[in-house]
């Protein structure tokens, strides 16, 4: 979890930085805004298999009309 323990500054240092990395990145986080600042597709293992999710965290839920589970509020 790449947010935890980290004042509100400090987070968003962490966000802008990684924003400006030009490689790729995997990430698992719970922090909704981190998700949304950072993510431009979105992968969801189900029981069903893989499925891919282009646009990043804020297409995904609108495209599933859920967001994923244990997701912590942004802030």
Known sequence: ?????LDMAT???LVEAL???EGTMLFVSHDRHF??????RVLELTPEGLHQYGGGYTEYV????HEAP???PAG
């Not at 609108?62 to 009309?65: S, V």
């Open 62 to 65: 609108a495209r599933t009309g």
């Open 1 to 5: 979890e790449p947010t935890n323990h």
């Open 35 to 40: 998700l949304g600042r950072l993510s431009n």
């Open 70 to 72: 244990g997701l912590h």
């Open 19 to 21: 924003a400006d990395f």
């Open 11 to 13: 987070k968003e240092m």
